[in-house]
């Protein structure tokens, strides 16, 4: 009887202890899968934290579409519909090559056309009564007032900008843009002595149809290089602040309005 007692026991605690072991590595199990799902979280919360730390070129918070203006032009630029994006660099292309690869005039291009329009109609209006076939009509062509005050408009408010961009520049307040507007307009200088203004046009037109779309693509890539060298040059800045720009003495009414 005793011995059937101890055999009993000892069957109960083999089977506790496998419980307790199947217990045990079931609440393992969830620990780790919990633990797996914390670290997961973690990496997610410190990539985005890194992405929060990557300066934006230009200090830009939005996408680039909504950069561009968010309309169709922008669409235009990032290439949202391939045809019209690349009919408008075509007929860019075919502008340029008219102009200046074989340097044909805008005058002399309009008045080809009008030729061409007005003795194909006029060719087909008489002889309308030989191959009984009617011309087409001419329609007429009003052009509306609000698209001209509009496009008046916007350019007046950009010129306006732009000459405010220019006075404040120019008052001495902030030595480190006016440096920059500087070194701009040089190299701009350079650039309109190497190609003519058609050219630079166009240059700046296919810049534009192929930037955004490349830093929309690659803009984390584009964003910390930017943040390398604009700490670099801070870095040089202030070497030359140090070195040139604080030796200069300063004139005397600004030494008046200090004492």
């Known amino acids: 009887m005793a011995d059937h007692v101890d055999d009993h026991e000892k069957h109960e605690s083999a089977a506790e202890s496998l419980i307790d072991k199947i217990t045990d590595k079931f609440h393992?199990?969830?620990?780790?899968?919990?633990?797996?799902?914390?670290d997961e979280k973690d990496i997610k919360v410190t990539t985005a934290a890194v992405k929060a730390k990557i300066c934006r070129l230009f200090g830009r918070e939005k996408p680039v579409h909504k950069v561009l203006g968010g309309a169709k032009p922008a669409d235009i630029l990032l290439w949202r519909d391939k045809k019209i994006s690349a009919g408008v660099l075509g007929a860019a292309t075919a502008v340029w090559v008219l102009?200046?690869?074989?340097?044909?005039?805008l005058l002399t291009l309009v008045c080809h056309i009008l030729i061409l329009a007005v003795g194909v109609l006029f060719l087909w209006s008489n002889a309308s009564t030989f191959i009984n076939k009617s011309p087409p009509q001419i329609p007429e062509v009003i052009l509306p007032k609000d698209i001209f005050v509009g496009v008046v408009s916007a350019f007046r408010i950009e010129f306006n900008r732009a000459f405010a961009i220019l006075r404040d520049i120019s008052s001495g307040k902030d030595l480190k843009k006016f440096l920059t507007v500087i070194?701009?307009?040089w190299v701009l200088s350079?650039?309109?002595?190497?190609?003519?203004?058609?050219t630079l046009l166009y240059i700046c037109f296919v810049l534009l149809h192929?930037?955004?779309?490349?830093?929309?693509?690659?803009?984390?890539?584009?964003?910390?290089?930017?943040?390398?060298?604009?700490?670099e040059i801070k870095k040089q800045y202030a070497m030359f602040n140090v070195k040139v720009l604080s030796k200069i003495p300063k004139g005397p009414l600004k030494t008046m309005k200090l004492a």
């Open 183 to 185: 070194a701009g307009l």
């Open 99 to 105: 102009f200046e690869l074989l340097e044909y005039h």
């Open 210 to 231: 192929t930037v955004p779309v490349l830093y929309e693509a690659y803009g984390d890539q584009v964003d910390a290089f930017a943040e390398k060298a604009k700490a």
């Open 28 to 38: 393992g199990d969830n620990s780790s899968s919990s633990s797996d799902s914390d």
């Open 190 to 198: 350079i650039l309109g002595n190497c190609w003519n203004f058609l």
